[in-house]
């Protein structure tokens, strides 16, 4: 049963990071489509799966863990077999909203039956198992895009299919369910959809940025601000809202919501960026990329177990993290001031890469983990999602940025100043990050937020 949750949740996470390496082939098969209009290949799975998380655990809850996971497989799978088959860029972008549909139910309900199936002895392993899939998919994703895309882009997606059937029927055959019942609240469903269409239209106004008059750029991004503002307000007196405002009455679930939303801009930024320079501006190769990519992710597990330490020493989450993310910004900035038109890897790129990928090792498990840290046992699981959350819309705000500040350059100089420009915007999100990481540090105890029990979290209490 560990097994295949585990697997649910990283096939969810592997289609945040393996399509990266494919998006400049997507934009040569699809001829005609601007930099701009292949952001929402990765956008609109990032956009709803952030949205859907909170919600679709919450349907599952009332209906059944169990029926919700299968759904989500069938639909994950179907989708992937869909998208591999696109005729055209924009049914590639309807295809991938169905994927994220699906992906956004294997979180929730996958994390929900190991709290609620797992003897209280056993359940810190397991999710410790669980949480480790999704750290793997991150560490893979380039790689594997980078081998299949060699072949055919088209492969990305196929990957999916033989996994999510066998992932299914396994899931059928040893996945027990669990319910709340009617007990269950059925959330904020038109909250959700005002939500999900305010991000994406933040998104379409930055990325478009370059393209639009300016009153028209303003008038989407104002429109995409007043959603969102509407959307809290909503949440306010709703009896069960997305974002339960109570939660973020506790400083240090509040700060590092605002700390991995900074970071997750910066870290889908810097990732898009350095694929679409080796591609681009270096001439490699998908796999040739997928492997130039791997070594700062394989420093975040090293590094992951070295912040684990120094937080079992009483070195400040906040403090840990702050430093995660100065190294971030020193490793964008030495790469920004280190390219040049012809390929050095290992004197201009890698040095600046392992150094992003010590700072992610300390920042990003560091904020993860220490996000719920003050918030009730009955708590951990809406506020894992709601940090899930933060970190996909930070994951399309940056996307979002780095087309705008690509544009799209003529010739290399202009091209080269393109880049150092968003490596430096990277960078100058990471300071931020750093700073807003030092109020993670409660200044004192923290209330518990008056909300309703679901079974999970009973559960979780309990133990």
């Not at 060699?150 to 669990?178: C, K, M, Q």
């Not at 974002?243 to 991995?260: K, M, Y």
């Not at 009730?376 to 709601?386: D, E, I, L, M, N």
């Amino acid at each position: 049963m560990l097994a295949v949750l585990s697997v649910a949740s990283f096939m969810a996470g592997l289609d945040l990071f393996i399509v990266n390496v494919a998006f400049d082939e997507i934009g040569r098969d699809f001829a005609g489509g601007t930099m701009a209009d292949l952001s929402w290949v990765l956008n609109a799975y990032a956009i709803v799966f952030a949205a859907l998380l909170v919600p679709l655990g919450r349907l599952a809850d009332r209906y059944g863990r169990k029926p919700v996971l299968i759904a989500g497989l069938v639909v994950f799978t179907a989708a992937s077999q869909a998208c591999a088959m696109a005729p055209d860029l924009w049914s590639l972008v309807g295809f991938r909203v169905l994927q994220a549909v699906g992906a956004a139910a294997l979180i929730p309900t996958s994390l929900g039956l190991l709290l609620s199936v797992y003897p209280a002895a056993r359940r810190g392993g397991a999710v410790r198992i669980w949480s480790a899939s999704a750290a793997l998919a991150a560490a893979a994703g380039p790689v594997v895009g980078g081998v299949l895309v060699d072949v055919s882009w088209r492969l990305v997606f196929e990957i999916n299919i033989p996994i999510g059937i066998a992932v299914t029927l396994l899931a059928l055959r040893y996945v027990p369910d669990s319910r709340e019942g009617a007990t269950a609240r059925i959330p904020d469903l038109p909250g959700t959809t005002v939500f999900t269409l305010a991000v994406a239209a933040l998104a379409l106004g930055l990325v478009k940025i370059n393209d639009w008059p300016g009153e028209q750029t303003a008038l989407v991004v104002g429109a995409a601000l007043l959603a969102v503002a509407w959307f809290w307000l909503r949440s306010l007196r709703h009896p069960a809202p997305v974002i339960e405002p109570s939660l973020l009455a506790v400083r240090t679930f509040s700060w590092s919501n605002v700390t991995v939303l900074l970071f997750s801009v910066a870290f889908a930024a810097n990732l898009l960026l350095g694929v679409l320079w080796m591609q681009q501006i270096w001439d490699y190769s998908p796999i040739r990329t997928g492997l130039a990519v791997a070594p700062g992710p394989l420093m975040v597990p090293v590094m992951a177990i070295i912040a684990g330490k120094m937080a079992a020493a009483r070195v400040p989450a906040g403090l840990i993290t702050a430093v995660g993310c100065t190294l971030c910004a020193f490793g964008v900035a030495l790469i920004a001031m280190s390219l040049g038109p012809a390929p050095a890897y290992t004197t201009e790129l890698l040095p600046g890469w392992l150094i992003g990928g010590v700072g992610v090792g300390l920042a990003l498990p560091t904020i993860l983990s220490a996000a719920a840290v003050d918030l009730p046992a009955h708590r951990y699981a809406t506020g894992s999602a709601v940090v899930n959350m933060s970190r996909q819309i930070g994951t399309v705000l940056g996307v979002s940025l780095a087309v705008a500040a690509l544009g799209a350059p003529i010739g290399y100089t202009e091209a080269h100043d393109a880049y150092v420009n968003a490596w430096l915007m990277v960078g100058g999100f990471m300071v931020i990050a750093a700073i807003t990481a030092l109020g993670m540090n409660p200044r004192r105890p923290q209330p518990s937020p008056t909300v309703p029990d679901t079974e999970t979290e009973v559960v979780a209490r309990a133990s």
